[in-house]
T-cell receptor, first 111, second 114 residues
Framework: DQQVKQNSPSLSVQEGRISILNCDYT??????FLWYKKYPAEGPTFLISISSIKDKNEDGRFTVFLNKSAKHLSLHIVPSQPGDSAVYFC??????????FGTGTSLTVIP | DTGVSQNPRHKITKRGQNVTFRCDPI?????LYWYRQTLGQGPEFLTY????????KSRLLSDRFSAERPKGSFSTLEIQRTEQGDSAMYLCASRLLQGRNTIYFGEGSWLTVV
């Protein structure tokens, strides 16, 4: 049962433009959400997170938006850079133990 | 660098052999997690420890898999009688229970069973 879903396996964006990566979840008990970035043959690297009491969190070029009523979050990267090309995973947490991950979106930023 | 450390980074083994992976978490992180990732999938939870206690195991963790964290510091994940379906990246992560709800991953250990 996939509680966190990333329905777009891949995304291509021109350098300098905005990248928008989407994530949906099914469990309304999730209260903390995270985005990780992963390069091939490496472990995921934490990028940015948001608590369910907020609807937006910004860190430099990265902004995460949370829409609790729609059970949807998105990661905006602006401006996109070639070094942003990687697989992005969203993850959700509801206290206790597990972090649940989506299947990832592969972002390609075209120079 | 005091991040999560995993070794070996790569392991090729013949079907039926046993393999062991080691994880050294970030110092003082009391929670340690093992995840598995295959191509095209996100990390899948296997098990986690709080200090030396193994608190939860996924049904993905068959009886051929065993994990330990004997002194509440480093952890080992052993796979006995490996099968080709065990080929994956095994990821270790850690977090501080009282800290932010964020887990930090190591670089992973690639297992190829031939």
């Amino acid at each position: 049962d996939q509680q966190v879903k990333q329905n777009s396996p891949s995304l291509s964006v021109q350098e300098g433009r905005i990248s928008i990566l989407n994530c949906d979840y099914t469990n309304s008990m999730f209260d903390y959400f995270l985005w990780y970035k992963k390069y091939p043959a490496e472990g995921p690297t934490f990028l940015i997170s948001i608590s369910s009491i907020k609807d937006k969190n910004e860190d430099g070029r990265f902004t995460v938006f949370l829409n609790k009523s729609a059970k949807h979050l998105s990661l905006h990267i602006v401006p996109s850079q070639p070094g942003d090309s990687a697989v992005y995973f969203c993850a959700a947490f509801k206290g206790g133990n597990q972090f649940y991950f989506g299947t990832g979106t592969s972002l390609t930023v075209i120079p | 660098d005091t991040g999560v450390s995993q070794n070996p980074r790569h392991k090729i083994t013949k079907r039926g052999q046993n393999v062991t992976f080691r994880c050294d978490p970030i110092s003082e992180h009391n929670r340690l997690y093992w995840y598995r990732q295959t191509l095209g999938q996100g990390p899948e939870f296997l098990t986690y420890f709080q200090n030396e206690a193994q608190l939860e195991k996924s049904r993905l963790l068959s009886d051929r898999f065993s994990a330990e964290r004997p002194k509440g510091s480093f952890s080992t994940l052993e796979i006995q009688r490996t099968e080709q379906g065990d080929s994956a990246m095994y990821l270790c992560a850690s977090r501080l229970l009282q800290g932010r709800n964020t887990i930090y991953f190591g670089e992973g250990s690639w297992l190829t069973v031939v």
